[in-house]
């Protein structure tokens, strides 16, 4: 089975901190470029940051660049978003996703393989 699951969502003040993590049951998930997406009330998906299969490469949305970090422990088949600095605009439904091959079109959802069922980040004024 492939599988990706968020956590650590959940409501925070605005300038706050939180850490989300994503579980993946990838194959070969050291492989697999991981990214992280979100989407707000009443707006399409939107980027946030991904990275490439080493960890050596990372790119940012510019909404959340200097703010957030990914990060990922390919031993634990894990992914992570630090997130600080939170503004009430980041307030959205999180999704973790795999990208088996990797892409230039790294900030189109469509390039990902698989996708995890979100968890809800609400940051209050």
């Known amino acids: 089975q492939v599988q990706l699951v968020e956590s650590g969502g959940g409501l925070v003040q605005a300038g706050g901190s939180l850490r989300l993590s994503c579980a993946a049951s990838?194959?070969?998930?050291?492989?697999?470029?991981m990214g992280w997406f979100r989407q707000a009330p009443g707006k399409e998906r939107e980027f946030v940051t991904v990275?490439?299969?080493?960890?050596?490469?990372?790119e940012y949305a510019d909404s959340v660049k200097g703010r957030f970090t990914i990060s990922r422990d390919n031993a634990k088949n894990m992914v992570y978003l630090q997130m600080n600095s939170l503004k009430p605009e980041d307030t959205a439904v999180y999704y973790c996703?795999?990208?088996?091959?990797?892409?230039?079109?790294?900030?189109?959802?469509?390039?990902?393989?698989?996708w995890g069922q979100g968890t809800q980040v609400t940051v209050s004024s």
């Open positions: 996703a795999a990208d088996r091959y990797g892409s230039d079109r790294y900030s189109d959802g469509a390039s990902y393989d698989y």
């Open positions: 990838l194959r070969t998930f050291s492989t697999y470029a």
């Open positions: 990275i490439a299969w080493s960890g050596g490469r990372t």
